[in-house]
């Protein structure tokens, strides 16, 4: 079965420490994995997208990184500010040419001052 | 800048009514999602089209239909509302990338509740 499965399911930290979420999943074909930001009461945004060859990716303060053959992908906050705090969604995509994602539960992020 | 826009950021029905979201892509995109989001389940696809008057079914189809008669609009449609479809509805639209990838829009959401 299709699976993507996130670490921790929620995180607090203060102000300015860095963080690590964790996702791994068990989609089979794999096309790419994306790490989207959900604000409360919003629509995710996207905030990075890695294929198969690529196994860092870099938004402004996110990293996120993938190990394809242990089916695992991170995404690093460095620095963190209050605007941080959020969902954040991994995402993987199987080979289909209509677009169709699998989405994992989210971790919420709060950053507290 | 792409924009994806639902008519309602909040919608309160009563059970059995029937109940249209409606959403709007400009970019011209040929996929177009719906899904709905609750806690601790994430996001589950409903329905999903990839053209004009073509649609498939996604995880969780019962209780909703969908209609695509124009490209830039998705409408999803609840027959007879019911309680257990209190949710965050979640539209989306897509296009294909260059590397081949579908980089996926999101709308602002729907909090629907029905009472």
């Known amino acids: 079965k299709n699976q993507v499965e996130q670490s921790p399911q929620s995180l607090i930290i203060l102000e300015g420490k860095n963080c690590t979420l964790q996702?791994?999943?068990?989609?089979?074909?794999?096309?790419?994995l994306r790490w989207y930001k959900q604000d409360t009461g919003r629509g995710p945004v996207s905030l990075t997208i890695?294929?198969?060859?690529?196994n860092t990716k870099s938004n402004g303060r996110y990293t996120a990184t993938l190990d394809a053959d242990t089916k695992q992908s991170s995404l690093h906050i460095t620095a963190s500010q209050l605007s941080d705090s959020a969902s954040y969604i991994c995402v993987v995509s199987g080979s289909s040419n209509t677009g169709k994602l699998i989405f994992g539960q989210g971790t919420t992020l709060q950053v507290k001052p | 800048d792409v924009k994806v826009t639902q008519s309602s950021r909040y919608l309160v029905k009563r059970t059995g009514e029937k109940v249209f979201l409606e959403c709007v892509q400009d970019m011209d995109h040929e996929n177009m999602f719906w899904y709905r989001q609750d806690p601790g389940l994430g996001l589950r696809l409903i329905y999903f089209s990839y053209d004009v008057k073509m649609k498939e079914k996604g995880d969780i189809p019962e209780g909703y239909s969908v209609s695509r008669e124009k490209k830039e609009r998705f409408s999803l449609i609840l027959e007879s509302a019911s309680t257990n479809q209190t949710s965050m509805y979640l539209c989306?639209?897509?296009?294909?990338?260059?590397?081949?990838?579908?980089?996926?829009?999101f709308g602002p959401g729907t909090r629907l509740t029905v009472t």
């Open positions: 890695m294929t198969f060859s690529e």
């Open positions: 989306a639209s897509s296009f294909v990338s260059g590397r081949g990838t579908y980089e996926q829009y």
């Open positions: 996702c791994n999943y068990t989609v089979s074909p794999f096309s790419n």
